[in-house]
């Protein structure tokens, strides 16, 4: 991915210009996400002035000038969301900007009124799905005019969009990748793509114009697939090239961090952020996110509030105050204003996703289920979905289910040590035929780096289980001692740790390593009894063996044979090679 950008040239005297185009442009057509964006790239590059106002100007089509009033009727009740009107009096357009209103409006009705559809269900969550209305009847208008090659980039973007909306993904591919070679500056063509890139290899096989955008839409689609150090080299280098000031990349490197758990770096990101834009809503519910795993109640209560006041009816803002309720585990109104957001935008991923999670906090698996399959039509790429469908069918004793989903949430996520730990526990319910998968699990999800602290102890369990013993005893001392060296002292897997390395080694006969583990054992009301019964016995034990042989060699000090142990305490690489 990165050798595909490294070869993009980059003027930013040039990008500038472009960006002023295509703003306009866009806001000529009403696609305003896109024009705030490319407005945003241009206040980032406020340190580079343009030679004249020339390089912004266009020249205007005599047949766009001929259309002129009936386009000014028209955009104003499209800006009024009077759509229905706005493709009423638009129906024999002839230039290509008011033919693409046309097109546009036509659609946005359709999303509107499905959208209003949904709304009047009594329960937006578990609403029936619904379709545009006109999506096929634009098709069929647009398929015409594409077999005569005369739709201009604009249309064609409109075109790809229809096109995926009825789930005819490889055609609406190839429909905008054409659309970039003609508009390379149009940005919402770009995220269109990259909703439907599903892994890097299709990423690497698209047709896309060597313009420097492009590296903007390799950062983004990295990110979504969860390639987050790539896409931090892609973000960073885009600073260096001239967009340092770009609340949009700060926010993407913030995710980036939060992506690679980096979660205290992710968090200051976000606050150096708001400080620099302060009105700013776009990906506070990810900031929200944070605070909420941090456990940083003042923040979050501070935000909530912020967001509040700058817009109380935006999808950032309901998330936002649902993590504040959740995290005071006021689960029915944290569910209200995740509902709140569905109603804003029924398409909205976080809302689906954080909405399952209260459900399941509320104990309701089937609308947890629920939630989480529509987080999952709307992103299949969002792990946090697939992940909680594998914790909820695992609350139903439902193994095989919860195998596949934990797999899937894996396979997005593959370097992720929850997700590998999950699957684990998984194949290790099935017990025989997967008990070596789950092994493997274990092992890998301590490799990479345990986040939860799960894994050895896990995998020390396992082997015991399955009477490795020598694979056990190196686990358990392994965990053991990283325990030791963080100072926790109080865990209760720690003392069942202790319980087995004493009977180990006072089978082997190892009894003064026996002793010192037996002895720990007594520091645990739990393993207490047990721990003093072996000292008994390792003491007994001692005695009789000093009897048999009063001329036996003096032991060595502190810990026999451990000089013979120290390799074999160390836990041996696995093959990690295994079909999830």
Same mark, same amino acid.
């Given at each position: 991915?990165?050798?595909?950008?490294?070869?993009?040239?980059?003027?930013?005297?040039?990008?500038?210009?472009?960006?002023?185009?295509?703003?306009?442009?866009?806001?000529?057509?009403?696609?305003?996400?896109?024009?705030?964006?490319?407005?945003?790239? *241009?206040?980032?590059?406020? @340190?580079?002035?343009?030679?004249?106002?020339?390089?912004?100007?266009?020249?205007?089509?005599?047949?766009?000038?001929?259309?002129?009033?009936?386009?000014?009727?028209?955009?104003?009740?499209?800006?009024?969301?009077?759509?229905?009107?706005?493709?009423?009096?638009?129906?024999?357009?002839?230039?290509?900007?008011?033919?693409?209103?046309?097109?546009?409006?036509?659609?946005?009705?359709?999303?509107?009124?499905?959208?209003?559809?949904? &709304?009047?269900?009594?329960?937006?969550?578990?609403?029936?799905?619904?379709?545009?209305?006109?999506?096929?009847?634009?098709?069929?208008?647009?398929?015409?005019?594409?077999?005569?090659?005369?739709?201009?980039?604009?249309?064609?973007?409109?075109?790809?969009?229809?096109?995926?909306?009825?789930?005819?993904?490889?055609?609406?591919?190839?429909?905008?990748?054409?659309?970039?070679? &003609?508009?390379?500056?149009?940005?919402?063509?770009?995220?269109?793509?990259?909703?439907? &890139?599903?892994?890097? @290899?299709?990423?690497?096989?698209?047709?896309?114009?060597?313009?420097?955008?492009?590296?903007?839409?390799?950062?983004?689609?990295?990110?979504?697939?969860?390639?987050?150090?790539?896409?931090?080299?892609?973000?960073?280098?885009?600073?260096?090239?001239?967009?340092?000031?770009?609340?949009?990349?700060?926010?993407?490197?913030?995710?980036?961090?939060?992506?690679?758990?980096? &979660?205290?770096?992710?968090?200051?990101?976000?606050?150096?952020?708001?400080?620099?834009?302060?009105?700013?809503? @776009?990906?506070?519910?990810?900031?929200?996110?944070?605070?909420?795993?941090?456990?940083?109640?003042?923040?979050?209560?501070?935000?909530?509030?912020?967001?509040?006041? *700058?817009?109380?009816?935006?999808?950032?803002?309901?998330?936002?105050?649902?993590?504040?309720?959740?995290?005071?585990?006021?689960?029915?109104?944290?569910?209200?204003?995740?509902?709140?957001?569905?109603?804003?935008?029924?398409?909205?991923?976080?809302?689906?996703?954080?909405?399952?999670?209260?459900?399941?906090?509320?104990?309701?698996?089937?609308?947890?289920?629920?939630?989480?399959?529509?987080? *999952?039509?709307?992103?299949?790429?969002?792990?946090?979905?697939?992940?909680?469908?594998?914790?909820?069918?695992?609350?139903?004793?439902?193994?095989?289910?919860?195998?596949?989903?934990?797999?899937?949430?894996?396979?997005?996520?593959?370097?992720?040590?929850?997700?590998?730990?999950?699957?684990?526990?998984?194949?290790?319910?099935?017990?025989?035929?997967?008990?070596?998968?789950?092994?493997?699990?274990?092992?890998?999800?301590?490799?990479?780096?345990?986040?939860?602290?799960?894994?050895?102890?896990?995998?020390?369990?396992?082997?015991?289980?399955?009477?490795?013993?020598?694979?056990?005893?190196?686990?358990?001392?392994?965990?053991?001692?990283?325990?030791?060296?963080?100072?926790?002292?109080?865990?209760?897997?720690?003392?069942?740790?202790?319980?087995?390395?004493?009977?180990?080694?006072?089978?082997?006969?190892?009894?003064?390593?026996?002793?010192?583990?037996?002895?720990?054992?007594?520091?645990?009301?739990?393993?207490?009894?047990?721990?003093?019964?072996?000292?008994?016995?390792?003491?007994?034990?001692?005695?009789?063996?000093?009897?048999?042989?009063?001329?036996?060699?003096?032991?060595?000090?502190?810990?026999?044979?451990?000089?013979?142990?120290?390799?074999?305490?160390?836990?041996?690489?696995?093959?990690?090679?295994?079909?999830?």
């Amino acid at each position: 991915m990165t050798n595909m950008a490294e070869s993009l040239s980059f003027d930013i005297l040039l990008s500038k210009s472009q960006l002023y185009i295509s703003q306009k442009e866009c806001t000529e057509r009403g696609l305003l996400q896109t024009s705030k964006w490319l407005a945003e790239m *241009i206040i980032a590059l406020d @340190d580079v002035l343009l030679s004249s106002e020339s390089e912004t100007c266009q020249l205007v089509d005599p047949l766009f000038a001929s259309e002129l009033e009936l386009y000014l009727l028209a955009k104003s009740y499209f800006d009024l969301r009077e759509y229905d009107r706005a493709a009423y009096f638009t129906p024999s357009a002839k230039s290509d900007k008011l033919f693409f209103l046309h097109i546009y409006s036509k659609f946005m009705a359709g999303e509107k009124k499905k959208n209003d559809d949904r &709304v009047d269900t009594h329960n937006s969550s578990l609403a029936p799905d619904t379709e545009n209305q006109y999506l096929r009847e634009l098709r069929a208008e647009l398929e015409k005019k594409h077999a005569d090659a005369s739709l201009d980039g604009y249309s064609l973007y409109l075109y790809g969009v229809i096109l995926q909306k009825l789930d005819l993904t490889s055609e609406a591919v190839d429909v905008l990748c054409q659309t970039l070679h &003609v508009v390379p500056m149009h940005w919402g063509a770009w995220l269109e793509l990259s909703m439907l &890139v599903t892994d890097k @290899d299709l990423l690497a096989r698209l047709s896309l114009p060597d313009h420097w955008m492009k590296k903007f839409f390799l950062a983004h689609t990295c990110l979504e697939l969860q390639l987050n150090e790539e896409s931090l080299k892609l973000y960073t280098e885009l600073q260096l090239q001239g967009f340092g000031k770009s609340s949009y990349i700060k926010a993407q490197i913030a995710i980036c961090l939060q992506n690679l758990q980096e &979660v205290d770096q992710a968090v200051e990101a976000f606050m150096q952020l708001q400080k620099t834009d302060p009105y700013q809503l @776009d990906n506070m519910d990810t900031y929200s996110n944070l605070l909420y795993v941090k456990d940083m109640r003042v923040e979050l209560s501070h935000l909530a509030h912020r967001a509040c006041n *700058i817009d109380k009816y935006r999808v950032e803002t309901c998330c936002v105050i649902g993590n504040y309720y959740s995290l005071r585990s006021q689960h029915e109104k944290a569910v209200l204003w995740f509902q709140r957001a569905l109603k804003l935008n029924p398409n909205y991923l976080s809302a689906w996703t954080l909405i399952g999670h209260e459900y399941m906090e509320m104990k309701n698996t089937q609308a947890a289920i629920q939630a989480y399959r529509h987080a *999952i039509e709307v992103n299949r790429r969002d792990y946090r979905a697939w992940y909680g469908l594998g914790q909820t069918y695992e609350i139903l004793k439902m193994p095989f289910y919860c195998l596949y989903y934990y797999r899937e949430a894996q396979k997005l996520r593959p370097n992720d040590s929850r997700m590998l730990v999950a699957l684990g526990e998984s194949y290790e319910k099935l017990e025989k035929p997967r008990l070596q998968e789950a092994k493997k699990c274990y092992w890998k999800a301590y490799s990479v780096g345990d986040v939860e602290g799960l894994a050895l102890i896990k995998l020390a369990r396992l082997y015991e289980k399955l009477a490795e013993d020598d694979h056990a005893r190196a686990a358990y001392t392994e965990y053991t001692n990283e325990a030791e060296a963080m100072g926790l002292t109080d865990r209760e897997e720690q003392s069942q740790a202790y319980r087995y390395l004493a009977n180990y080694h006072f089978r082997s006969k190892q009894y003064d390593v026996a002793h010192k583990f037996a002895q720990k054992c007594t520091d645990y009301p739990e393993t207490r009894e047990e721990g003093k019964a072996l000292l008994k016995d390792i003491a007994s034990r001692r005695c009789e063996a000093d009897a048999a042989s009063t001329n036996e060699g003096s032991r060595i000090a502190d810990f026999p044979g451990m000089e013979v142990m120290a390799t074999a305490d160390r836990l041996s690489p696995m093959n990690l090679t295994f079909t999830p």
